[in-house]
């Protein structure tokens, strides 16, 4: 077995400025080290955590590696801060150095995005979402926005949420080809007259085309609320069109592509100052006094720090160069699994999302999902077009290539993956909708190759990567 030893970058100090050792350093590194004596049953799991995401190959569409400065300055004695309202018009007094950050990180979002408005303080998207509805929404308003089957989201107006249940939510879908079915979306916001036509998706691997959403918004008076969530990252690198200037308001969580913190954005470009329904008050106050006080309380400030620091991030050149690798890489996952006899919605993708049929491999998703986690790999089940399986159960698997991207795994490296995949797939035996026998040998040996993999192509978090061997020889 080899071994090497991957070393940790070196804090970039410039020449003549004080080295990281300030009072906000010092106040994390001595909480760790505490942490680690008064309450060693948490640490330890913080620890195996980062053990876990260092040694497993994650494919959860809907996650990536946040930088560790974001993962520093998320732990921020900020976070003691207790002001209510905005900058300059705060509830509370000492907001002086959090009023300063949150005007930065409004900054960074518009000028990452090219938005005319931004509000960092949602503390989620979902969040962002029903403050975004509640406010140009009344109770038994009409909502049009994409089914949970087909792809969209539980604050899209599904019943099991309460956009389904204190608006009237209709929901358009796919075609055939499993694309967004436009002449249904036209077909039902002529029918229906929804004061919102909701664009964006949670399981959704093409090309959102926003621009004839706007179109249908349009000709019915409709808000368009652009969730792009998934995609944000694409967005900010210019690889997805932006609907910042299309829709009326877009809504991003800002930890899923961002590389951010847990949290959420509302975004306005082009029609920031349109009036919202009273026909008076532009959408950007509207958005503002959504947020705090009708939906939220106290901001998280440390949050918000967090958020500046990822939207620096996100603006950097080599977050582009990573966007660009998600692409790829999704591509090339699709390739390979299809040339591998599996079928792929909508047969490959435009984004880092592949969605995967596995009833051909006599498996449920969550089977599915359940022995890939046994081997090392995390992908999440997900229903697909038709299926006729419950939501805990379902019928397909959503793969994701942000973190794959992230490690700096390459197409090449994809058809290892994709060899993971249809090794415990092809390999795992269906007992019941939830329940599976995999060969004890075959976990073994993916594992093994999973490590492999891993420590090959370390995440920015992995400090010390140790290199097993390749036994089967899926790798480059
Ligand atoms: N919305 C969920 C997902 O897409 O996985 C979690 O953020």
Same mark, same amino acid.
């Given at each position: 077995?080899?071994?090497?030893?991957?070393?940790?970058?070196?804090?970039?100090?410039?020449?003549?400025?004080?080295?990281?050792?300030?009072?906000?350093?010092?106040?994390?590194?001595?909480?760790?080290?505490?942490?680690?004596?008064?309450?060693?049953?948490?640490?330890?799991?913080?620890?195996?955590?980062?053990?876990?995401?260092?040694?497993?190959?994650?494919?959860?569409?809907?996650?990536?590696?946040?930088?560790?400065?974001?993962?520093?300055?998320?732990?921020?004695?900020?976070?003691?801060?207790?002001?209510?309202?905005?900058?300059?018009?705060?509830?509370?007094?000492?907001?002086?150095?959090?009023?300063?950050?949150?005007?930065?990180?409004?900054?960074?979002?518009?000028?990452?995005?090219?938005?005319?408005?931004?509000?960092?303080?949602?503390?989620?998207?979902?969040?962002?979402?029903?403050?975004?509805?509640?406010?140009?929404?009344?109770?038994?308003?009409?909502?049009?926005?994409?089914?949970?089957?087909?792809?969209?989201?539980?604050?899209?107006?599904?019943?099991?949420?309460?956009?389904?249940?204190?608006?009237?939510?209709?929901?358009?879908?796919?075609?055939?080809?499993?694309?967004?079915?436009?002449?249904?979306?036209?077909?039902?916001?002529?029918?229906?007259?929804?004061?919102?036509?909701?664009?964006?998706?949670?399981?959704?691997?093409?090309?959102?085309?926003?621009?004839?959403?706007?179109?249908?918004?349009?000709?019915?008076?409709?808000?368009?609320?652009?969730?792009?969530?998934?995609?944000?990252?694409?967005?900010?690198?210019?690889?997805?069109?932006?609907?910042?200037?299309?829709?009326?308001?877009?809504?991003?969580?800002?930890?899923?592509?961002?590389?951010?913190?847990?949290?959420?954005?509302?975004?306005?470009?082009?029609?920031?100052?349109?009036?919202?329904?009273?026909?008076?008050?532009?959408?950007?106050?509207?958005?503002?006094?959504?947020?705090?006080?009708?939906?939220?309380?106290?901001?998280?400030?440390?949050?918000?720090?967090?958020?500046?620091?990822?939207?620096?991030?996100?603006?950097?050149?080599?977050?582009?160069?990573?966007?660009e690798l998600i692409v790829a890489d999704a591509r090339a996952l699709?390739?390979?699994?299809?040339?591998?006899?599996?079928?792929?919605?909508?047969?490959?993708?435009?984004?880092?999302?592949?969605?995967?049929?596995?009833?051909?491999?006599?498996?449920?998703?969550?089977?599915?999902?359940?022995?890939? #986690? $046994?081997?090392?790999? %995390?992908?999440? &089940? +997900?229903?697909? /077009?038709? @299926? !006729?399986?419950?939501?805990?159960?379902? =019928?397909?698997?959503?793969?994701?290539t942000?973190?794959?991207a992230?490690?700096?795994?390459g197409p090449?490296?994809m058809?290892?993956?994709?060899?993971?995949?249809?090794?415990?797939?092809?390999?795992?035996?269906?007992?019941?909708?939830?329940?599976?026998?995999?060969?004890?040998?075959?976990?073994?040996?993916?594992? #093994? $190759?999973?490590?492999? %993999?891993?420590? &090959? +192509?370390?995440? /920015?978090? @992995? !400090?010390?990567?140790?290199?097993?061997? =390749?036994?089967?020889?899926?790798?480059?």
């Amino acid at each position: 077995m080899t071994h090497r030893t991957v070393t940790a970058p070196e804090p970039t100090v410039v020449p003549g400025e004080r080295p990281p050792t300030g009072a906000q350093a010092e106040l994390l590194r001595t909480g760790m080290d505490t942490l680690h004596h008064a309450d060693p049953e948490l640490a330890a799991l913080l620890d195996a955590e980062v053990e876990q995401q260092n040694s497993t190959l994650a494919m959860i569409a809907s996650a990536s590696t946040a930088d560790p400065t974001v993962l520093a300055v998320g732990g921020a004695a900020l976070s003691n801060v207790t002001a209510e309202g905005y900058p300059g018009a705060r509830y509370h007094p000492g907001a002086r150095q959090f009023d300063e950050v949150e005007r930065l990180a409004v900054e960074r979002a518009k000028q990452l995005f090219g938005a005319r408005y931004a509000n960092v303080q949602p503390h989620s998207c979902s969040s962002a979402n029903l403050a975004v509805l509640s406010s140009l929404l009344r109770p038994g308003d009409t909502l049009l926005g994409l089914d949970l089957d087909a792809g969209g989201h539980l604050t899209h107006g599904s019943r099991a949420s309460v956009s389904g249940r204190h608006y009237h939510a209709v929901s358009y879908g796919l075609d055939d080809r499993g694309l967004i079915d436009f002449a249904q979306v036209a077909e039902l916001a002529r029918e229906h007259r929804p004061r919102v036509l909701i664009a964006g998706a949670s399981a959704y691997p093409r090309t959102v085309d926003f621009a004839r959403f706007r179109e249908i918004a349009d000709r019915v008076g409709a808000y368009l609320l652009a969730d792009i969530s998934h995609i944000a990252g694409l967005v900010a690198a210019g690889l997805h069109p932006s609907p910042v200037d299309v829709a009326h308001l877009t809504t991003t969580s800002t930890y899923k592509q961002l590389g951010g913190p847990r949290g959420g954005l509302i975004l306005a470009g082009r029609d920031f100052d349109a009036p919202g329904p009273d026909g008076r008050t532009p959408l950007h106050r509207l958005m503002q006094r959504a947020v705090f006080p009708q939906s939220q309380g106290t901001p998280s400030p440390a949050s918000i720090a967090a958020k500046a620091r990822a939207f620096a991030v996100a603006a950097e050149p080599a977050f582009r160069e990573t966007a660009e690798l998600i692409v790829a890489d999704a591509r090339a996952l699709a390739a390979e699994l299809s040339a591998l006899g599996h079928r792929i919605l909508t047969g490959g993708t435009d984004n880092h999302m592949v969605l995967m049929d596995v009833t051909g491999t006599g498996l449920t998703g969550v089977t599915a999902e359940r022995a890939l #986690e $046994e081997c090392g790999i %995390l992908a999440n &089940r +997900n229903r697909i /077009p038709g @299926d !006729t399986r419950p939501p805990l159960v379902t =019928s397909g698997l959503r793969l994701g290539t942000n973190i794959l991207a992230q490690r700096g795994m390459g197409p090449a490296q994809m058809r290892a993956c994709a060899q993971l995949l249809h090794l415990v797939l092809t390999g795992t035996h269906l007992v019941s909708d939830t329940t599976y026998r995999i060969d004890p040998a075959l976990v073994t040996t993916v594992r #093994e $190759e999973v490590r492999w %993999l891993c420590a &090959r +192509n370390p995440l /920015p978090i @992995d !400090t010390d990567a140790s290199t097993p061997v =390749s036994l089967i020889g899926v790798g480059p």
